[in-house]
């Protein structure tokens, strides 16, 4: 995993930009297993916001320190809510709306986003890989939305996960709270692919690589087409992917690409 700045490592959320427009953020809260807690949730949404409109970033990687991806929200820090004379209703209401707002930012990015798995990834942690574009992990990872063995059912990592698995296989995830391995994740559509440890990294950030030096303005068409006519019945979804492909034609970065092709050459974005 990349080192970060000394200055840098009491955060919880490290930063890391490439030269090629790759910025690497990993979760470094390893005390409370990288959990999304308040301060996590909020420096993650910033993040994000300010990426999707930075044009020196192209690709977003998710990454974490420690034996945890990601273990969910920080159970201890809801607990201590409930000393509230709400018993703890206003605070659990902005935690689950700011994770919403979380896994929505990445999705409505107009930057890919790909998550690099090494560790437990559970509840809303199974939902943050989820809800990335692309998942790779290593061979030691363990996935679940384990909320029914506490009580309290993973309602919302349900929206991220039923997106991504078939209907079944996302209720036995659901109903029996058990961890599933990597493969099995793979098998099922939650990551993309297994990777052996000592390469996850370079093959996360050679995926990373490859996308980035695509066209940007091609990248955002696609991604938020992606999502918006899969909510869509067929006949409405091809109508409106239609005149998407229409007016991305039009588009500068289209015409040099289509000509790049037929002249047998490398094609020179302008992102536009």
Known sequence: MHSADAAESDSILLQEPSSEGILRLTLNDTARRNALSKDMLAQLREVLEQAATDTSVRVIVLAATGPAFCAGHDLKEMTRARQAPDGGRAFFAETMASCS????????????????????????GCQLVASCDLAYASPSVRLATPGVNIGLFCSTPMVALSRNVHNKLAMEMLLTGDMIEAEHAAEIGLINRV????????????????IAAKSSMTLETGKKAFYRQREMPLAEAYEYTSNIMVENMLKRDAEEGINAFIEKR????SDQ
């Open 101 to 124: 707002g979380v896994m929505q930012a990445i999705v409505n990015n107009p930057k890919p986003v790909i998550a690099e798995v090494a560790g437990i990834a559970t509840a809303a």
């Open 266 to 269: 490398t094609p020179q974005w």
């Open 195 to 210: 990777v052996p440890d000592t390469e996850l990294t370079e093959h996360t950030i050679g995926i990373a690589q490859k």
